[in-house]
Nanobody, 125 residues
Framework: QVQLVESGGGLVQAGGSLRLSCAASGRTFGRYAMGWFRQAPGKVRDFVAGISWSGGVTTYADSVKGRFTISRDNAKNMIYLQMNSLNSEDTAVYYC??????????????????WGQGTQVTVSS
């Protein structure tokens, strides 16, 4: 079982950057594909980025390609989401999630079994 805790959210001006972190418990963290999702008010929770067990394969939503970077440090049980060139459409609660069903991250949230509590990101224009 994995417990996830996000941090790093906050208020940032459009064009700015934030780095989200997700701390994971559990001795088998390296066997979990990880994902970042986000949910804006009144909208469904959407996939943002994902990373494979080893970190060698990453996947991004089209809306964040070239601006966001997902990474992981299995020695520290951490994953990160570097977010650059933020705009108002990036405003949402961001969640990290884990799955051990697949080696690579998958886009559909139904395959993720563990979720953090979320961290708010607000981009002011």
């Amino acid at each position: 079982q994995v417990q996830l805790v996000e941090s790093g959210g906050g208020l940032v001006q459009a064009g700015g950057s934030l780095r989200l972190s997700c701390a994971a418990s559990g001795r088998t963290f390296g066997r979990y594909a990880m994902g970042w999702f986000r949910q804006a008010p009144g909208k469904v929770r959407d996939f943002v980025a994902g990373i494979s067990w080893s970190g060698g394969v990453t996947t991004y939503a089209d809306s964040v390609k070239g601006r966001f970077t997902i990474s992981r440090d299995n020695a520290k049980n951490m994953i990160y989401l570097q977010m650059n060139s933020l705009n108002s459409e990036d405003t949402a609660v961001y969640y990290c999630a884990a799955t051990n069903r697949y080696q690579h991250a998958v886009l559909d949230k139904i395959y993720y079994d563990y979720w953090g509590q979320g961290t708010q990101v607000t981009v002011s224009s």
